[in-house]
């Protein structure tokens, strides 16, 4: 089955959740881990870090799924 460039195209953008999704979450944690390791806050910087970053990664895979779903109609 032979694949047309939009068709790659389409897929790797797809692909590119999990990445996204786990460079959000990672990206918070570190901040928050420097910020509470900085002000001596520890865990709560962190945690804010990790819910963030989540949310920072989630709101980016929907839109890469609103971009893509559009497309295809």
């Given at each position: 089955?032979?694949?047309?460039?939009?068709?790659?195209?389409?897929?790797?953008?797809?692909?590119?959740?999990?990445?996204?999704?786990?460079?959000g979450v990672l990206f918070?944690?570190?901040?928050?881990?420097?910020?509470?390791?900085?002000?001596?806050?520890?865990?709560?910087?962190?945690?804010?870090?990790?819910?963030?970053?989540?949310?920072?990664?989630?709101?980016?895979?929907?839109?890469?799924?609103?971009?893509?779903?559009?497309r295809k109609k």
């Amino acid at each position: 089955m032979a694949f047309r460039g939009d068709d790659l195209r389409t897929w790797a953008g797809i692909g590119s959740i999990g990445p996204v999704l786990a460079a959000g979450v990672l990206f918070g944690y570190f901040v928050g881990d420097w910020l509470d390791r900085r002000f001596g806050t520890q865990p709560w910087c962190m945690v804010v870090g990790l819910l963030l970053g989540s949310a920072g990664g989630f709101v980016e895979v929907f839109a890469i799924l609103q971009k893509y779903s559009a497309r295809k109609k």
